[in-house]
């Protein structure tokens, strides 16, 4: 899954400049998804800025949206700041609205993806879905936050 990743960024452009460049982006796209469905986090982040970046539709930016998600799923680091930034300013791959209070989820998963690398979070849309789904009760904890994320199961104390 990482060589497909690797090949698949490596001919994401749309034309050829050889000897040193070749581009073929039906290719790459194919590529990355299959490493992608293979949970390859890095595929997530590559394919998913690429199809923000050749977005024409709402539903091409929904596409792009959903496969950066699944990257922070995935524990990408760099998927969740992607996510960050595009809440924090409003950019198109979000609907142009700012949501400043996904941004704050996604950077503090963020923050501890670059810590935890090992990190996956297979309950993340319990804590964080997608819009137009509403964002469910948070404290402000962060590892409020990433437990509920994870699945982790916190003891009962007696």
Same mark, same amino acid.
């Given at each position: +899954?990482? !060589?497909?990743?690797?090949?698949?960024?490596?001919?994401?452009?749309? @034309?050829?400049?050889?000897? !040193?460049?070749?581009?073929?982006?039906? &290719?790459?796209?194919? +590529? +990355?998804?299959?490493?992608?469905?293979?949970? %390859?986090?890095?595929?997530?982040?590559?394919?998913?800025?690429?199809?923000?970046?050749?977005?024409?539709?709402?539903?091409?930016?929904?596409?792009? =949206?959903? &496969?950066?998600?699944?990257? &922070?799923?995935?524990? @990408?680091?760099?998927?969740?700041?992607? =996510? %960050?930034?595009? %809440?924090?300013?409003?950019?198109?791959?979000?609907?142009?609205?700012?949501?400043? %209070?996904?941004?704050?989820?996604?950077?503090?998963?963020?923050?501890?993806?670059?810590?935890?690398? @090992?990190?996956? =979070?297979?309950?993340?849309?319990?804590? =964080?879905?997608?819009?137009?789904? !509403?964002?469910? @009760?948070?404290?402000?904890?962060?590892?409020?936050?990433?437990?509920?994320?994870?699945?982790?199961?916190?003891? !009962?104390?007696?």
């Amino acid at each position: +899954m990482e !060589s497909q990743a690797f090949i698949g960024n490596k001919l994401r452009g749309n @034309h050829d400049e050889p000897p !040193s460049f070749w581009g073929n982006w039906p &290719v790459a796209r194919t +590529m +990355m998804e299959c490493s992608l469905a293979q949970g %390859f986090g890095p595929a997530a982040y590559d394919l998913g800025a690429m199809l923000d970046a050749h977005a024409e539709t709402s539903n091409d930016y929904r596409h792009a =949206l959903e &496969v950066l998600h699944e990257g &922070v799923r995935l524990g @990408h680091q760099e998927s969740a700041n992607y =996510l %960050f930034a595009s %809440f924090h300013g409003g950019d198109p791959i979000v609907g142009r609205a700012k949501d400043p %209070f996904r941004a704050r989820r996604y950077k503090a998963i963020s923050e501890r993806l670059r810590l935890d690398h @090992h990190l996956k =979070l297979p309950n993340l849309d319990r804590v =964080l879905p997608l819009p137009p789904a !509403s964002l469910p @009760h948070w404290n402000s904890d962060p590892d409020t936050l990433i437990d509920a994320a994870n699945g982790a199961r916190i003891p !009962s104390r007696p």
